[in-house]
């Protein structure tokens, strides 16, 4: 599909969209007595950026395309300029993972923006615009309550403000020791005792997850490593091999297998024909129940692994509420769609699964192998939570107007400070435009549901691991982290149960379906790291690690 085909059909389905509504809103539908119909009629009461007049919605979408555009097509050099295309997959992601050299990574990290955040800004600006016309189109006040309207929660943002208070005890511990053992690698110079981390040196582009650290933040460094990129391409892994052990994972659990067509259809590698491709990762539901397909620039990374069974897990949902209305044919909100095939990957990481794939030798029941899986889930997991919620608060403060159009860059660092205890390698201005560096803004995907996903799939986790007879909270010789629901039926049955509904009902009663529960809640995550917690406790006691960061330090001068 060409980015000009995808602008027409885009325009075509808008008209469409149009005509239904004004039919659906001729119809008293809230006086329906049938909760189902009454339901459907419902959500089709809302139209969404269809509302805009269509010279304003072409105007929307070319700005969207435009930005996409730029992100996907930005090239940078190397440190040495021996090479100047150097695309994020694979190369500047490998680089930010594997380097330990500063000046490579803040050369990076540098480039990058320039080449991506930098362009859009005023494009941005316009676009921001366009998002609030459509809300008020729609009777909302802005583009933020046209963007939580799918979650139907009253408080929505102050549950969020709650989950996030619950878990910066645990985020600030995680925050030192990584700071601390960061500080003995690259010295005092590079890295301070009690100020924020430099972003470039978190082993990501944008620093939303530490795993790659592992080498670095290991508690002990001695025993096993359970990144077993190595093993997997010692043992010749490809792409397709990736995507066919994780199909494997979700029928052992009686989840329905992946279709011909998603095996003919999928893009699982990287086109090397020189064809320009959004590489950023997506699923895709042709909604006739057989054609779905994923479209993965993958590399042979347990990174990628994970990835790939986050994308199954949205094809999986397809498949699994192909029988429902077409308006219910989504997740019971967007955060259940991206915690499916993470939950599953839950199981796929421990030691005891990939020793059962074979990608790790024998593991003896060794407390400190033990601890070192647990950090990397960790890196990945908690690390991961400060940057979900920032990517929205920082949208949601700019579609509201609490963030002036003239502080974009300078209130993303505030936050970036505040929440993550990160700073840029050199400070930064409101000439340059860091959010558009990270696929979701300038591809205009909402953010919050990685946040409600990364504290739903421990509770789905928990229950289904308890439904498996894998984890029992009275009993500490089988821990919520050991868990692998591989093979059981039971457990699969309780999450496909859940995944039937898509939206038919609110997500409320979908939740209580998996879990007995009806509201988010961090319990399960701060069970399932309970005993890293403890770890990392005496561990920055005995180091007399600060806990925290000061904040005094500018990050961004508002210079125009
Ligand atoms: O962006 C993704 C994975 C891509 C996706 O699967 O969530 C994808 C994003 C997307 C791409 C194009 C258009 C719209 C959304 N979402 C889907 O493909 C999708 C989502 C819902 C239903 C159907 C498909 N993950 C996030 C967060 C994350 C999640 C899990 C682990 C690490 C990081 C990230 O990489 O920052
Ligand atoms: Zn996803």
Not at 475 to 493: F, S, T, V
Request: charged content about 25%.
């Amino acid at each position: 599909m060409t980015s000009a085909g995808m602008l027409a059909s885009r325009l075509e389905y808008a008209r469409f969209e149009k005509d239904r509504w004004k039919q659906v809103t001729q119809v008293d539908w809230k006086s329906i007595k049938d909760e189902n119909v009454k339901r459907q009629f419902k959500v089709l009461s809302k139209l969404g950026t269809a509302a805009l007049p269509e010279d304003r919605l072409e105007k929307y979408d070319q700005l969207q395309s435009g930005m996409e555009r730029t992100y996907s097509t930005a090239r940078v050099c190397n440190l040495n300029g021996t090479s100047c295309d150097l695309s994020l997959e694979p190369d500047l992601s490998e680089i930010m993972a594997n380097s330990r050299d500063p000046e490579e990574l803040e050369h990076v990290w540098l480039a990058w923006r320039e080449n991506t955040g930098k362009k859009m800004r005023n494009s941005y600006k316009e676009f921001v615009e366009l998002i609030n016309e459509a809300a008020e189109l729609n009777g909302f006040s802005d583009g933020t309550e046209l963007w939580l309207d799918v979650y139907d929660t009253a408080d929505f943002q102050s549950q969020i403000a709650r989950l996030w208070d619950q878990l910066t005890p645990l985020y600030e511990q995680l925050h030192a020791y990584v700071r601390g053992r960061l500080r003995q690698h690259y010295g005092e110079e590079v890295v301070s005792r009690d100020g924020p981390i430099p972003a470039h040196l978190l082993g990501n582009m944008w620093s939303q997850s530490w795993g790659n650290l592992l080498d670095i933040c290991k508690p002990y460094p001695e025993k096993a490593s359970v990144d077993v990129t190595p093993q997997m391409k010692a043992q010749g892994y490809t792409p397709l091999k990736m995507f066919q052990m994780s199909d494997e994972f979700f029928t052992s659990l009686g989840l329905i297998p992946m279709t011909p067509e998603f095996w003919n259809r999928s893009i699982l590698e990287k086109p090397d024909d020189g064809r320009e491709l959004v590489c950023h990762a997506s699923a895709w539901d042709f909604y006739d129940g057989k054609d779905v397909r994923i479209k993965q620039c993958t590399v042979v990374t347990l990174e990628d692994l994970i990835t790939a069974h986050h994308e199954m897990g949205h094809i999986e949902y397809f498949l699994q509420y192909a029988g429902q209305p077409q308006v219910f044919k989504t997740g019971a909100n967007p955060g259940f769609h991206e915690a499916v095939g993470d939950t599953l990957a839950l199981s796929v990481a421990t030691p005891k699964h990939l020793k059962k794939i074979g990608l790790l030798e024998e593991v003896i029941n060794d407390p400190e192998v033990d601890m070192n899986f647990l950090m990397s889930v960790a890196l990945d997991k908690i690390a991961f939570l400060p940057f979900g919620y920032v990517m929205d608060k920082w949208r949601w403060g700019v579609f509201s107007g609490d963030i002036s159009e003239d502080d974009l860059n300078c209130e993303w660092w505030k936050l970036r400070l505040g929440l993550q205890g990160i700073e840029p390698p050199q400070v930064r201005s409101e000439m340059d435009f860091d959010p558009g560096a990270k696929y979701h803004i300038p591809g205009n995907v909402p953010y919050i549901r990685y946040f409600v996903s990364f504290i739903i799939q421990f509770q789905f986790h928990k229950a289904l691991c308890i439904t498996a007879n894998q984890y029992d909270p009275n009993d500490r010789a089988r821990p919520l982290h050991q868990c692998d629901i591989y093979n059981n039926k039971e457990a699969g049955k309780k999450l496909a149960k859940m995944l039937s509904m898509g939206a038919s009902k609110p997500w409320p009663d979908a939740m209580e379906a998996i879990t007995g529960q009806r509201e988010m809640d961090a319990t399960a995550l701060r069970d399932y790291f309970q005993p890293l917690e403890d770890w990392l406790k005496r561990e920055n006691q005995e180091n007399q690690e600060i806990i925290g960061w000061k904040t005094d330090e500018p990050v961004c001068t508002r210079e125009p």
